[in-house]
């Protein structure tokens, strides 16, 4: 089988992507997920398929037409000087014009590119949502431990409340509200399960396995400190828009082409006519079977087909062109809106840093109250609570973070 050759240029921006995914996962899990997606996936595996069949038209294009083969049986004889025509043997194989064959390929082979850049597009894009959704699992786990740390954190002060209540520093109710509120995040956790456990099943869709698979996500994610840069004129080398060059290069060939079958066919062929000896007669070529070759032509004289499949062309190559600019315009836009949410998950990821580290503090000087006997569970209460929403915030801001990074490098890698 023909093997088809992409520009090692654009090979090496269709792998980039990847690269850095192993750059940001935090570990080789994530890698792991995404070569075992590309290679289950049946989304990919068809995509693949297609791409396969495209390559195997590079060979039916070097292929000839059907050998013309006929045969015929004189029911009347025709006499001859030499004797009586039997039968009439003939074949004929058409021939296209010099050249027509590489045009052929070279329009089969272009296709096939097509459909490897496609096939790149397709593994991006999975590998844009197995990690995703890989970070979706984290945000989701690390809530429910921060969950589980002011569970803990309540049964603390519980046993503060109780103790305050032996000596009359703090009522029956205040234990009540504490326990309340331990009910409540209870609640939470549960519900983050139940998500963590559908989204674990889409993850696992994503692979093509068992939806109740486990998953191994990573323990902790931080915000790296160097900023990712990311230049618009690196969307000039995107898939998504190589695609539209690939399939520019196909309308190319596909009139280079036709300008070839536009041209005469020639034919070559062969009659044999067996023919009867005359049993009256004897001289030399008496029944001497007949042995005529043929050259043929075909021209296409109605030539409107093809000028209307070249007008065709033309205007495909200005909508390719359209495409590409419209869809240019697409990404650019994405990316700056990508940069913008990922630099605003960076901000409220450091605001809620600080604010959490100042609502330790306040917890703190509570329990330091408590020592002299003046501490108020409801203060304590309304602490809790803003370090558990300074907690959740912050995962999410880095959930957000690391899905719009994936996001930034699917643009511009």
Aim: hydrophobic share 35%; with cysteine.
């Amino acid at each position: 089988m023909k093997t088809i050759k992409i520009n090692m240029t654009n090979r090496f921006v269709l792998i980039l992507f990847a690269c850095f995914l192993s750059q940001v996962s935090s570990g080789q899990d994530l890698e792991s997920y995404i070569q075992e997606a590309q290679q289950n996936n049946p989304d990919i595996q068809a995509v693949e398929l297609r791409y396969n069949i495209s390559e195997e038209k590079v060979n039916e294009s070097n292929t000839l037409p059907n050998t013309e083969v006929s045969a015929g049986y004189f029911i009347s004889e025709p006499e001859t000087r030499t004797g009586a025509q039997k039968a009439r043997f003939s074949v004929k194989q058409m021939i296209p014009w010099f050249g027509t064959f590489s045009a052929r390929e070279e329009y089969a082979t272009s296709m096939a590119e097509a459909d490897y850049v496609k096939l790149a597009i397709s593994k991006r894009k999975l590998a844009l949502s197995v990690s995703e959704t890989y970070y979706q699992l984290y945000a989701l786990q690390a809530k429910q431990n921060i969950l589980d740390e002011n569970i803990e954190l309540l049964k603390t002060y519980k046993e503060l409340a109780l103790t305050s209540v032996e000596v009359a520093n703090a009522s029956a109710v205040d234990v009540l509200k504490l326990q309340i509120r331990q009910n409540e995040l209870l609640q939470k956790k549960e519900v983050l399960r139940q998500d963590f456990i559908a989204k674990q099943s889409a993850f696992n869709t994503l692979l093509n396995k068992n939806k109740e698979a486990s998953v191994t996500v990573v323990d902790s994610l931080f915000l790296p400190s160097k900023k990712i840069t990311s230049e618009v004129e690196n969307l000039n080398l995107h898939p998504e828009l190589l695609q539209y060059d690939k399939l520019y290069e196909s309308v190319a060939f596909s009139e280079e082409l036709n300008q070839k079958e536009l041209q005469p066919n020639l034919g070559v062929g062969l009659d044999y006519i067996p023919v009867a000896e005359r049993p009256d007669m004897n001289f030399t070529d008496n029944g001497k079977d007949i042995v005529m070759p043929m050259v043929s032509v075909s021209i296409p004289i109605f030539n409107s087909k093809y000028k209307s499949i070249s007008k065709q062309n033309k205007l495909k190559q200005q909508e390719i062109t359209a495409q590409k600019a419209e869809k240019k315009n697409k990404l650019e836009n994405a990316l700056k809106a990508t940069q913008s949410r990922l630099e605003t998950a960076r901000i409220t990821y450091n605001t809620q840093l600080k604010n959490l580290q100042q609502a330790k503090d306040a917890e703190e000087i509570l329990l330091k109250n408590y020592e002299t006997g003046t501490i108020d569970f409801n203060d304590v209460l309304d602490i809790q609570e803003l370090q558990l929403k300074f907690g959740i915030n912050s995962i999410e801001a880095i959930k957000e973070y690391y899905v719009q990074s994936v996001n930034i490098n699917y643009l511009t890698n």
